[in-house]
């Protein structure tokens, strides 16, 4: 039973890594762009801003949404092996068998106590 939890901490702690290097990866694009934003502001002062703005943003949002799209399925693999785990397992033990009740009536097994039987 130890190693079952043994190895889904493992799935768990690998996919939570995966999915911390992705979001670092994100925020270092995200870095990244923003730099790359302030060098065409500083550069292209006098041309057309605008579709600039536009072709970063658009290449900015389309690698965000990958990303968070990967991290989204990391995370429903990781609610799936938590449910899985935390599913009740069926015991391995077999069920006790119920004594059989004796062919003795409940008084008779008082009287014989008490020692009140018949000869």
């Given at each position: ?30 870095d990244k762009l923003r730099n790359e934003n302030a060098n065409i502001h500083n550069s292209q002062s006098g041309t057309n801003n605008d579709e600039l703005k536009k072709e970063s943003v658009e290449q900015f949002s ?58």
């Amino acid at each position: 039973m130890s190693e079952i939890n043994k190895t889904n901490q493992n799935d768990n702690q690998s996919a939570f890594d995966s999915i911390l290097n992705k979001y670092t990866d994100l925020l270092l694009e995200v870095d990244k762009l923003r730099n790359e934003n302030a060098n065409i502001h500083n550069s292209q002062s006098g041309t057309n801003n605008d579709e600039l703005k536009k072709e970063s943003v658009e290449q900015f949002s389309s690698n965000i949404y990958v990303i968070l799209n990967q991290i989204k399925s990391e995370i429903s693999q990781i609610n799936k092996l938590l449910s899985e785990s935390n599913e009740p397992k069926s015991s391995t033990k077999p069920r006790k068998r119920k004594k059989k009740s004796s062919s003795k009536s409940l008084m008779e097994r008082i009287k014989a106590s008490i020692g009140l039987t018949k000869n």
